[in-house]
């Protein structure tokens, strides 16, 4: 089985997974000798596994997800209701299928539901640049950012993530990321000018921001109704031409 081979090829590490059911899904977790395993959850059988534990003293879950084009069967939802609240940081990982980023037509709401899914367990995803994913040889399709990776909300600032592809190994590239040194020095004010130099990343990191507060304060998603155009009174006044002030 692609377990068997996985922990033949990585012999000091770790490995919990839920496999595929008929050749659908099948994920898994691989951990460091240095994570000490408390719990292994699977969220839905094929579709997502969960592990908690500690590493450097500190305590985390890891979970493994996968999302068939279309949340076909209703995985998603399995996943929703199978993946308990817990109260230390959370961390996803995994092929969803959509573009976090920006959603492609009609993917929007499937998009939306996603993201409410990681703000649930207080998870936002990390913005990054590039496709993940590249149709295999003369398959129809085009090159799409299927692939994602949701850490604590709190901290996704200092995260950043970056696309590694292997020879050919597979379709997908592996997204790697790790969270950035502690910046040195004062923060710059958020302002117009800051915002128009900010990289495209760092945009999607805002909107994301955003999505994970709606989500947190319920706010219901929807389209802000277009401005309404009002008249302003504003009397002509120059240096020998002062405004009246009576």
């Known amino acids: 089985t692609d377990l ?3 922990r033949a090829l990585f012999p000091a590490a770790r490995i919990e997974a839920t496999p595929a059911i008929g050749r659908k899904g099948g994920v898994a977790v691989f951990l460091p000798n240095s994570f000490t395993v408390e719990h292994v959850h699977v969220a ?6 969960a592990v908690t534990g500690t590493t450097r003293g500190n305590r985390a879950r890891v979970v ?3 999302l068939p084009p279309g949340h076909r069967d209703g995985v998603h939802d399995d996943i929703t209701r199978g993946l308990p609240a817990v109260e230390c940081p959370t961390f996803f990982g995994g092929d969803v299928n ?7 037509v009609g993917e929007e709401a499937q998009t939306a539901a996603l993201l409410d899914l990681w703000g649930a367990h207080h998870a936002a995803v990390v913005a990054f640049s590039g496709h993940t994913r590249t149709p295999p040889g003369n398959s129809a399709g085009r090159r799409c950012q299927l692939d994602a990776i949701a850490v604590p909300a709190a901290a996704a600032w200092r995260w950043h993530a970056q696309v590694v592809w292997t020879d050919q190994e597979s379709d997908h590239a592996a997204v790697v990321s790790s969270p950035a040194p502690t910046r040195i020095g004062a923060d710059r004010a958020m302002n117009a000018a800051t915002m128009r130099v900010l990289p495209p990343e760092a945009i999607a990191d805002l909107r994301h921001r ?6 947190l304060m319920g706010i219901p998603r929807g389209e802000l109704p ?3 155009a009002h008249e302003v009174y504003a009397p002509a006044a120059g240096p020998d031409d002062p405004c009246d002030t009576d």
Do not use: I, T
Request: net charge negative.
């Open 98 to 104: 959509l573009q976090c980023a920006s959603p492609r």
């Open 210 to 215: 955003y999505a994970y507060l709606e989500s």
């Open 44 to 49: 839905a059988p094929g579709y997502a596994v």
């Open 226 to 228: 277009p401005p309404e």
């Open 4 to 6: 068997g081979v996985w």
């Open 64 to 66: 493994s997800m996968y």
